[in-house]
């Protein structure tokens, strides 16, 4: 910086300095404050959107949990369709699309139930709920006769907790395509990972796997006798 000779001469520079640069200072400062502020507000409304998010959702729980949601299940859809259309990017959408999914493969609508889970899969969710809803499309899939592609979506995943129902979902899926040792392996698989878990294996899970490993003849022969 140019050294000054005087105090005066100093006060001048600094008076012309802030008249060629003041304004741009100010600006910068207005838009700082106006951008802290416009955060403030950007994040004020996404505390609102997700409370009523989660009350919409809450709605839809207490209505699924009555007595009288059977007897009026268009209600409950409605209530979880609009959740979805309302609030598509929330967690409480992402469960909404689930639910819808379980009824409908329930109903036999697999074609819809596909449409649901793969809606959740595209909201990029959270790694659990990308899990549950890779397994339950997984399901369906195999349910409509497309085994193969079923297969393919559960390859290689790191399922983390899940990893015991994957083993048994691809159990069922070998056994399907007609692969009896595959079909063994992956059972015999999902019984080692459950069996770590709190929970223990299905007694399901355990019928598959014997109904797949043949009876030995001598035990078949006292089974006989």
Known sequence: METYRTEEEQVEALKKWWQENGRSILLAIALAMAGGYGWQLWQAD???????????????IEMYTASSAAEDPAS???VAQGLKDDFPDSVYASFAALHLARLAAAEDRLTEAEAELRWVLTKNPKPEIRLVAELRLARVIAAQGRPEEALNIIAGIDAGTYAPAYAELEGDIQRQLGNAEAAIAAY???????????????????????ALIPVPARELAVLED
């Open 46 to 60: 996404q505390a609102e959107k997700a409370a009523a998010a989660s009350a919409r959702y809450d709605q839809m």
């Open 76 to 78: 409950l859809q409605l």
């Open 188 to 210: 015999q698989r999902a019984l080692a990972l459950a069996a770590a878990t709190s929970a223990g294996p299905s007694e399901v899970l355990q019928l598959k796997l014997q």
